[in-house]
RNA sequence: GGAGGGGUUCCCGAGCGGCCAAAGGGAGCAGACUGUAAAUCUGCCGGCAAUUGCCUACGGAGGUUCGAUUCCUCCCCCCUCCA
């Protein structure tokens, strides 16, 4: 079967890397940049598809390790699939687990050959490899599948990195043969790895490029790292990629880090932060952060961002939200969470607008002053 | 009228001679959160002074004791059961 997965770049910012284009799926063209919320279990938490379109989301993600553990990909196969399961008809892009390598670090023991799990639902361990992460992918018939890589903390000691991105190498090649054994209209993206050593950084991102994906990966960041190291380990990636195949900079960030991303060249981003931070009463917005559970705003009648364009905005104040937080009302979350996730991906599409009519620097150095404003009124520095 | 139980810091609720400014919740206040084990987690939470310090507090008033939230007496409230 031919792959309907393309990637057509449209504008370039003369000034630096940024660049917008459009990404083809089976399920519809996505826009770059691009924030795409996440949705580990199937679900973007306390919003639901309704609200994502809305929103104008365009693509969202899944988790590959928590849905096979629950409800098992097989059944998400009989019911007819991930989009269809979970009611979302445009793309969606499920990770592969190796963030799991990381986060779940003390539930898991590494080999050559793949890791085991011990699942944090009810302690049973389960063996995942690189083919059983693109099997499981694959029967979700997700748009686009994540090889699984080995996500190392901060601080990594070099020989460590060094060893973990040759690992990560050897996995990308595995679930690349297994996807090319595949016959579906799905596509896999590799991942760089590298640490904060630039040159491995680089070297990482060549390995990744010689293995030929249709799209390639960053991971690895944001993991406690100074913003400056990650700005840099970027950049060496970036070198070492293949600058006509669409760059997914995972799981970041903030929206500094997304400007500042963008900037460097990557075209699609996703983040817990905005759903997350949300649900725990901090709204991301153009002047800077909001904990909309400060005693500060117990009579404050303003909307959280007086030009934000977001229903939860145009229709509620910060007493309000403040109040349903007070109260742990669930609409709460699910305001907060829209605010959220507008605030992103209004950002990332002012970029791409910006980058269409040339002006990407003036929409740069206006985010800074937004931010600069915000903090003389009040807001938290983002 | 009789029998029993109880009144503790904003609330609930432990403590029942010194280790008690008083466990534990809750509320309140503040902070964290970056490919989601997260509607989670952390800190503060009588006042003042701020290295051990002082003051005010355990229904009220007395008393016993070196020392009482803890023991005794009386009083005031509340609850349950029996008349």
Redesign the pocket.
């Known amino acids: 079967m031919t792959r309907s997965f393309k990637f057509a770049i449209e504008a370039r910012d003369p000034h630096s890397s940024a660049r917008a284009g459009a990404l083809t799926t089976g399920h519809g063209v996505i826009p770059t940049p691009i924030f795409m ?5 199937g679900t ?3 919003v639901a598809p309704d609200d994502l379109v809305s929103l104008g989301a365009r693509i969202v ?3 590959t ?2 849905l096979m553990l629950r409800p098992g990909e097989e059944l998400v196969a009989r019911l007819g699939g991930l989009h269809r399961f979970m009611g979302w008809p445009g793309p969606i ?12 670090s ?2 898991r023991k590494m080999t050559e050959d793949g890791v085991t799990f ?4 009810d302690g049973a361990r389960t063996f995942f490899s690189p083919e059983r992460s693109v099997e499981v992918q694959t029967a979700l018939g997700v748009d686009i599948m ?7 903390g901060y601080p990594s000691a070099r020989e460590e990195a060094e060893k973990s991105m040759a690992l990560t190498r050897r996995w990308a090649k595995r679930c690349r043969e297994a996807w090319s054994r595949s016959d579906t209209d799905q596509a896999l993206f590799g ?1 760089s ?1 590298g640490s904060f050593y630039p040159d491995l950084r680089r070297r990482s991102a060549e390995e990744i490029t010689e293995l030929d994906f249709p799209g390639q ?1 960053v ?7 100074p ?1 400056e190291d ?1 700005l840099e380990a970027l950049e060496a990636a970036r070198e070492g990629l293949n600058p006509d195949k669409p760059m997914y900079l ?5 929206p ?3 400007i500042e991303g963008i900037r460097r060249g990557a075209d699609m981003f ?13 709204l991301f917005t153009r002047l800077g ?1 909001l ?1 909309i ?6 009579e404050d009648e303003r909307p959280p961002d007086e030009r934000c364009g977001c229903y939860t905005c145009r229709t509620f104040s910060r007493a309000y939200l ?1 109040h349903l937080f ?3 009302e ?1 609409l709460a ?1 699910r305001l907060a ?1 829209v605010h959220n996730l507008h605030y992103y991906l209004d950002l990332v599409g002012g970029a791409r607008e910006a980058l269409l009519n040339g002006t990407f620097s003036g929409y740069y150095t206006e985010f800074y002053e937004d931010l600069d404003r915000g903090r003389e009124d009040g807001f ?1 520095r983002a």
């Open positions: 919320p996440v949705g580990t279990r973007v938490k306390a993600l899944a988790n390790y928590h892009l499920t990770d592969s687990g190796g963030f799991q390598v990381f986060s779940l003390k539930l011990q699942s944090p639902y994540m090889c699984l890589d080995e996500c190392t991942i790895q990966a991971g690895g960041l944001a993991l406690g790292e913003l990650r995972m799981g970041v960030g903030t500094v880090d997304i996703d983040c817990v932060l905005p759903t997350r931070n949300a649900r725990n009463g901090q952060r904990v559970k400060n005693a500060r705003f117990r403040r007070q109260n742990d669930p979350m969470s938290t």
